[in-house]
């Protein structure tokens, strides 16, 4: 069964305004990851974070991650009309076989 | 380039038609899975697998077969497509073990009338 969640389901924001999405998850991971979809592409990954990690940054990136919550955030700092995709959170609690289950993700638009 | 390979990116079938979708890494994952992904519905993952002639269903697998005779290639078969197969589908390979990124296809849309 799909193993995270994202909320909100669609953000809308004016660039330079930050976007913040979550994902929640049932079970224990050994990482979760964060992957951005342009419209009907295939998804490329953007951050990967541990489950013995707490915060991660990559250039306008910032993810957390509290297990004790089950719960992850990605923030996007400055946001650009580029930045308009669906971002997608991924466990890989899929009966340990380390592929990543996805959720139903968030749709990210950034007015410019 | 590093990339997965799908094909084709777009086809529209018949009802009961048998079809395959191929799927083809050049980077030596020994991991390999399909998903389709709908409306409302996010990504569902159909068939993985984790090495060659190794196969798993994932949460959406009934009305597809897959195989793994070769590390590179992981094709989706549809024996008899049905109208609610109509989805879009993609083919995802990564390393094996965890803390690993997985790399996708550009996806085929698939529409079945």
């Known amino acids: 069964s799909q193993q995270g969640e994202e909320d909100p389901q669609a953000l809308s924001i004016q660039e330079g305004e930050n976007a913040t999405m979550n994902c929640s998850y049932k079970?224990?991971?050994?990482?979760l990851q964060w992957y951005r979809q342009n419209s009907g592409r295939g998804l490329v990954h953007l951050i990967l974070?541990?489950?013995?990690?707490r915060e991660k940054h990559s250039g306008r990136l910032r993810v957390t991650l509290d297990t004790s919550k089950k719960s992850s955030s990605l923030l996007i700092t400055a946001s650009r009309a580029a930045d308009t995709a669906s971002y997608f959170c991924?466990?890989?609690?899929?009966?340990?076989?380390?592929?990543?289950?996805f959720g139903r993700g968030t749709s990210l638009i950034v007015h410019p | 380039e590093a990339q997965v390979t799908q094909n084709p990116r777009y086809l529209i079938t018949v009802t009961g038609k048998k079809l395959t979708v191929t799927c083809s890494q050049n980077?030596?994952?020994?991991?390999m899975s399909w998903y389709r992904q709908d409306p409302g519905l996010g990504l569902r993952q159909i068939y993985y697998?984790?090495?060659?002639?190794?196969?798993d269903k994932g949460d959406v697998p009934e009305g597809y077969k897959v195989s793994r005779k070769e590390k590179r290639n992981f094709p989706l078969i549809l024996e008899s497509p049905s109208p609610n197969q109509t989805s879009l589908y993609f083919c995802?390979?990564?390393?094996?073990?965890?803390?690993?990124?997985?790399?996708f296809g550009q996806g085929t849309r698939l529409t079945v009338v």
């Open positions: 995802a390979s990564s390393y094996r073990g965890y803390n690993t990124e997985a790399f």
């Open positions: 079970t224990s991971i050994n990482n």
């Open positions: 974070i541990r489950s013995n990690e």
């Open positions: 991924a466990t890989d609690a899929s009966g340990g076989s380390y592929i990543p289950t």
């Open positions: 980077m030596n994952h020994e991991y």
């Open positions: 697998s984790m090495n060659v002639e190794v196969t």
